[in-house]
């Protein structure tokens, strides 16, 4: 155990200044494509319109690399509802209800020492019973809609629902999102959204007055 | 050229109402009726029907979403007492629903790369590949060089994550952060350079979308191989973990694939064959482990992290110069092509037809593959070793359902 400790102090400190500092290493192809020139675009997401791109459909699949560049800057998510328990700890319970993995990685990350999302009253529960945020990653396939449904009851109030990541959101190119079956709290836009994107979108949902 | 082996059935898919058979290495489809197909004890799994079986006697369900698990899966066990009997996985719940079929290559491409995520990679170079070689397009070598670039660090963060994983089930809290750390140092290598954490977008029939900076990728991947080297000789001397997972879960399985089926002494690896990535061209130590169990699996990760960051150190040798986003020629020529990848859970299998569009598509994840394995191998397990058994397979069930 000692040398492990050792070891940890010759790391020195891994963890992330985010949200005090600023974000390191955002993701290029997960921040906004914003239009450079003219030019012809087959966006297959349909997330372009009028030369701006909407984020809540992007897929960061590149297509219009020739005539739009991401503008570097972390995604604000989109908080129509928070929860506002800040003098509390924050449970999150996640529910893969059809995604490519990705975003579940993404949101596996928030653990990791560079992210660190339990410095800031943040925890994971292995019950939606204990939990005050819902983050649905992926599109809602027939199977797990009933889950979704079940999982979201078993919430205790005040609760949110946060969709993460643009299947989550609208559906993105494959199936369909969580509007409709459950009331989106908070959009994560991404594919799939960084974790700083994620752990912003927590933030504000808590702190949200 | 490796000699079909007609002992392993690779994939099997109905059309209409033939079933078509892909044997271990082969590269024609064969006609064959279900009867004969179904005396491959794999063949349930690979034609995706294993979850419709009965465990027997009195179930314990678990999921489809509970909290230990990354994504969502249904298990149906049989106990006695605190062992595990049986186990039927349902794995439908998250299915997607995939087509490939009817969409044109760039539509198709999106979807491939979506199958799995954190395979993006492998998947999006496998279809490229197959597309590629029907339509008779030949990439260039840097092209192909950056794909196995990119194939071999998506290697490494998979493969960090399964040992991650492993820790973290075995509460080995500060090796856990210690090798996630290592993984997001991986992941946030790869977003420098390719622009995405997952290589979404990267790779396009004929070449790469976006053109890449080499410089310095061997140098941080060195970095952590090295670290993780000695986390590992340290974390092999902590009987706490190393109790936990050896003997666990222990099978051997031929149909199985990558590292479950290199921990079983078993000689597959895409790599070693003339395939779709120019692999024969470096060199790399191949491995084998003979008991099977999860330890066995977690030692061939390990053994592989350092392969993997001895080809990239090759392949960057051969690369920091090279401008790989020349664009594609067109072509539309039609025709058929199997092809197979070996993705960081082993070989990933592809059929596709083409047309004026996809007329038929057909993948067998590598996590397909190995689920009868975990299957068969946690029979007779205590409950407590589920976790180790599950992670140390690395399976995605996202790659479980079927596409066509
Ligand atoms: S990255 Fe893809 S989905 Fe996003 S705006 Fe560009 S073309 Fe559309
Ligand atoms: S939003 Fe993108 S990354 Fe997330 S589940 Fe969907 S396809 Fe995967």
Redesign the pocket.
Known sequence: MKSWVIRGLRKGVLTTRFPKGDAEDVPL?TTK?VKMSDGE?R???G??SDGA?DMN????????SEH?MPDGRPVHSTVNSGISIASRSFHIYMIDTGSCGACNSEVHSLHNPVYDFNRLGMFVTNTPRHADALIVVGVVSEGMEMALKAAYEAMPSPKIVIATGTCSISGGIIGKGVDGVLPADVLVPGCPPSPYAILDALIRARDAK | MTEENTDVLSGAFKDIEAWNAIFRNGTTLRRMQENRLSLYENFDYIAGRAERGESGGKEFIYGPSSGGMLESIRFRMSTEGERISSLVPEFSFKNRSLKLGGKDTETALLLAERINGPYSASYSALFCGVAESILGIQPSHEVRLTRMLACELERIACHLFVVGRLCEAASQSVATAHIFGLREKILRMISRRFGHRFFF?LNDIGRIRTPVDFHGISESVDAVVNEFGDLWQHLSSSTLFIDRIQRTCPVHLESSVGPAARASGYSTDERLTEGLLPYSDFSFNFRKEYEGDSLSRALIRSHEIEESGSIIAQVTDQLHKADASRPASISDRRGEGIGRIESPGGETLLYLRLGDSIERAYIRSSSLANLQAFVRGISGAVFTDFAFAWESFGLWVCEMGGVI
């Open positions: 192809w494509p675009v966006c297959p997401a997330a372009i791109v459909r992007c897929i960061s699949c590149r297509r219009c739009y | 977008g």
